[in-house]
């Protein structure tokens, strides 16, 4: 049953970096049950296993970061409504794909989505478009709208809720379902990369959604194989990990420029995509 206590001060370190940056915690979680489990010599999960108790551990993180947002009150809840009703039915289908798919092409899926959204976010360092006025200068149907957060602090937030934002939150609340991860990144993707919304309504935003989408996947993988087959040994220490790691990550979100930032999720990402690739190929 104790097999697995090192991964509690892992989770919380984990918890505190995802949660500050807006980004999924099953980004490190996944990886890290594949690639430290084999060495370490403890019990492995297979790789739809190791992403469905990611899945897990992020829910329970994202909604200790949750509260923390919910205290600040630095969430689009318009933006936030407008993502759950294309991400939700799309999470729960992947969820249904991942346990017909072999573990090579999860690991290959993983890899590739961590590419491409690196990729993504490195080019999309670029300035807020706004002008003097804080008018959008992006699309006439984009809304611009301030939104005041609990210290009075107001942020100028300017977003449009069109068919490629939709596109972009199902394509990762699919991914979500499958491989643990996606639903974060599209999210911070679209409104930083796209609309340069301020990272700390960004990060909110987006953990909102992250947690609902991923209650709906996590609720659906316990329909299809049971409560019985969770790792609660392992669970048991990254739950009250990201609980803590959730809590300390939301106090530092903002704290970092947005273009360093990103810059750091960027590299994660690559890096990421990197080690998972090597692992399926030796699975090949």
Request: proline fraction near 5%; include cysteine.
């Given at each position: 049953?104790?097999?697995?206590?090192?991964?509690?001060?892992?989770?919380?370190?984990?918890?505190?970096?995802?949660?500050?940056?807006?980004?999924?915690?099953?980004?490190?979680?996944?990886?890290?049950?594949?690639?430290?489990?084999?060495?370490?010599?403890?019990?492995?999960?297979?790789?739809a296993d190791a992403f469905g108790a990611a899945l897990i551990t992020e829910l329970a993180g994202f909604s200790s970061g949750l509260y923390g947002y919910l205290k600040k009150q630095t969430i689009d809840y318009e933006t936030a409504r407008f993502f759950l009703k294309f991400g939700i039915p799309l999470s729960i289908i992947g969820t249904l794909i991942k346990r017909l798919l072999p573990s090579v092409i999860l690991i290959f899926g993983f890899s590739f989505t961590m590419f491409f959204l690196s990729a993504f976010i490195w080019h999309s360092k670029t300035p807020a478009t706004h002008n003097s006025e804080y008018v959008c200068l992006f699309h006439k149907y984009s809304i611009s709208k301030i939104i005041a957060d609990k210290e009075?602090?107001?942020?100028?937030?300017?977003?449009?809720?069109?068919?490629?934002?939709?596109?972009?939150?199902?394509?990762?609340?699919?991914?979500?379902?499958?491989?643990?991860?996606?639903?974060?990144?599209?999210?911070?993707?679209n409104l930083r990369g796209r609309f340069k919304v301020p990272l700390s309504v960004a990060s909110g935003t987006s953990v909102l959604v992250v947690v609902v989408v991923v209650l709906s996947s996590t609720f659906t993988d316990l329909v299809l194989v049971g409560i019985e087959s969770i790792p609660w040994s392992l669970v048991m220490f990254t739950?009250?990990?990201?609980?803590?790691?959730?809590?300390?990550?939301?106090?530092?979100?903002?704290?970092?420029?947005?273009?360093t930032t990103e810059t750091i999720i960027s590299i994660i990402f690559f890096a990421m995509g990197i080690l998972m690739a090597l692992v399926g190929y030796s699975k090949i």
């Open positions: 049953m104790l097999e697995y206590w090192f991964m509690f001060p892992i989770s919380i370190i984990i918890a505190t970096i995802a949660m500050a940056f807006g980004i999924g915690g099953a980004v490190f979680f996944a990886p890290t049950f594949i690639l430290l489990f084999p060495l370490l010599h403890v019990t492995i999960l297979s790789p009075g602090k107001t942020h100028h937030v300017c977003m449009n809720h069109d068919t490629v934002g939709a596109l972009g939150v199902m394509a990762g609340s699919m991914l979500t379902g499958m491989i643990s991860v996606g639903i974060g990144e599209s999210v911070i993707s739950v009250p990990g990201v609980i803590i790691g959730g809590q300390i990550g939301s106090k530092f979100s903002g704290k970092l420029s947005a273009n």
